[in-house]
């Protein structure tokens, strides 16, 4: 899907005076794992509120069992982009 793409500060990202756009697949994973609920006017229960999990004890099941949740209201498929995700996530790519 093509889409308006964002830079690294989440801004809109510009080329030649004009919106950049190309594949923004991943880019929407990110903006939905960054989110909490409440944060999305359309789909208020989106948002997996990942910060929640920094400095506890819990597992990565429960943690991937939300990311699932929360890709799927999207109309994502979590076992075709997990690949991908461990990709950017582990070699910043």
């Known amino acids: 899907m093509k889409d308006i793409l964002l830079d690294e500060n989440n801004d809109i990202k510009l080329s030649n005076g004009d919106f950049d756009t190309g594949e923004s697949e991943m880019q929407e994973v990110a903006l939905i794992l960054q989110s909490a609920q409440g944060e999305w ?8 509120n990942l910060y929640r999990y920094i ?32 990709t950017k996530i582990n070699h910043g790519k």
Request: proline share 5%; hydrophobic share 30%; glycine share 2%.
């Open 41 to 48: 006017k359309e789909t208020p229960v989106l948002g997996p």
């Open 55 to 86: 400095k506890t004890k819990t597992d990565k099941i429960a943690i991937e069992r939300q990311i699932r949740i929360h890709l799927s209201l999207d109309n994502k498929d979590y076992e075709r982009l997990k690949t991908q995700m461990e």
